[in-house]
């Protein structure tokens, strides 16, 4: 798969490509640093991408293989992003990110939780939404929770209908 040249490709043969690297990586078990590092260079490039569909891939790729730049590329993205299905799946994606995140790092996902708090939508979303929330929360040290217990607080509370935003 390593000799296929990316920038010829089509964006469902990218999409495969992509696909197929996910599947060798849950498949074969974790590649060594030699081969991760090789991976990254290869897709680091190709992130973000013009489809969202292949930024959803790239960033699981990304995050898997570590990638240090991921996490600040997937947070520009929540902010360029339209959808909220988008912006979800981004969001998702961030929550496994394992490296080092930077206060500011953590101070915007925080507001993007405050903001996604306005999306409309069914059971489903308030699930996400919730398990994105917890999910992050989880990555936080006590000390972390302390330093941003007034951003955490805000999320608990209830909002007017007015401050909701439709899909």
């Known amino acids: ?7 010829s490709l089509d964006q469902q043969q990218l999409l495969a490509l992509l696909r197929a690297y996910q599947l060798c990586l849950i498949r074969l078990g974790s590649p060594t640093e030699t ?3 090789e991976l990254k260079q290869r897709l680091k490039p190709l ?3 013009a489809s969202s569909s292949a930024n959803h891939l790239l960033g699981e790729l990304l995050v898997y293989l570590n990638a240090e730049e991921v996490v600040p590329q997937t947070l ?3 902010t360029e992003i339209s959808t909220q299905e988008e912006q979800i799946r981004a969001a ?3 929550t496994f990110a394992k490296q080092n995140w930077t206060r500011d790092q953590q101070q915007q996902i925080l507001q993007w939780l405050a903001h996604a708090r306005t999306f409309i939508g069914g059971k489903q ?7 994105i929330r917890e999910d992050f929360l989880k990555t936080l040290s006590d000390q972390q929770r302390q330093q941003f217990s007034k951003e955490i607080a805000e999320l ?3 909002l007017v209908e007015a401050e909701l935003v439709p899909a």
């Open 47 to 49: 992130y973000p991408h």
């Open 76 to 78: 520009s993205l929540l």
């Open 1 to 7: 798969m390593n000799r296929i040249e990316l920038n």
């Open 156 to 158: 608990d509370k209830p």
């Open 92 to 94: 998702r994606t961030l």
């Open 35 to 37: 081969q991760a590092d």
């Open 125 to 131: 979303l308030t699930e996400r939404l919730r398990d």
